[in-house]
């Protein structure tokens, strides 16, 4: 049978829906505009699976943490009243058909990039519905990301104009270049104009940091940063091995 998995990155929706309440937000109606949202998202993909995933609440930060120590540093913390009413949430997605997978102990995003990428690699069709642009390292044919603010879809055009680069190419990009909004520094003195232009000229950062031909305005920025800029481009790229436990058959979508 042919598959179309549609995966939604949770907190990505849920914390947006959230900020947009008018006056003092509800976690009630948070959950309420979110079933809207995914039933709208339903009506227009037709998923014969789905599932809604979730990070994990410890307070644990992760391997990138310990490879890069400021990774996300002073990103504003989760409302009190909406973290507890995350199984308030969850229960409602239930009631429209959408189970909920928590992390546990991994980044949300990395348990989608493995369960996306491990259907899109058997060449079923696989929607991500997130806002976040570090998944668009995984796109393929089979594979696409929809941001469902802004009703676009974030694909290789739309990389390619906003970056410069092959969706490919990006770890090696933000390697280079850093994500000032999760403290990856890349490499100091080469940012977004310069990234483009080594990857250019050198398929990937390895390439960058190795090659004997780099003009000299580049050598004495990377030499004595390579260490990390290898660092940078592994926290922002995304884990694709982890093991799941479950099968497609338990996120199956059967209508509520």
Known sequence: MSI????IDALNLIRRVHAAQPGEPDVANTAKVCCQALEKIINNSQPTH?????????EDRGWRAELLPHY??????MPEELAAGMD????AFMAIGIDSLLSDGDEADDLIATLALKVASRGQQVTIVSTDKGYCQLLQPTLRIRDYFQQRWLD???????????PEQLSDYWGLAGISS????????????????????YPDLEAVLTADDLPAKWQKKITGN?????????????????????????IRYTPA
Not at 4 to 7: A, E, G, R
Not at 50 to 58: E, K, L, R, T
Not at 88 to 91: A, G, L, N, S, V
């Open 4 to 7: 179309h998995l549609v995966v």
């Open 50 to 58: 789905i599932v809604a995933v979730f990070d994990h609440n410890s």
């Open 72 to 77: 996300k540093e002073g990103r504003k913390p």
């Open 88 to 91: 308030q949430i969850q229960d």
């Open 156 to 166: 290789a055009p739309f990389v390619e104009k906003e970056y410069g680069v092959k």
């Open 182 to 201: 999760s403290k990856i520094p890349g490499v100091t003195g080469i940012g977004p104009k310069a990234a483009v232009e080594l990857l250019g000229l």
């Open 226 to 250: 390579e260490d990390t800029a290898r660092a940078s481009k592994k926290v922002a790229s995304l884990q694709t091995d982890l093991t799941l436990g479950f099968n497609l058959q338990d």
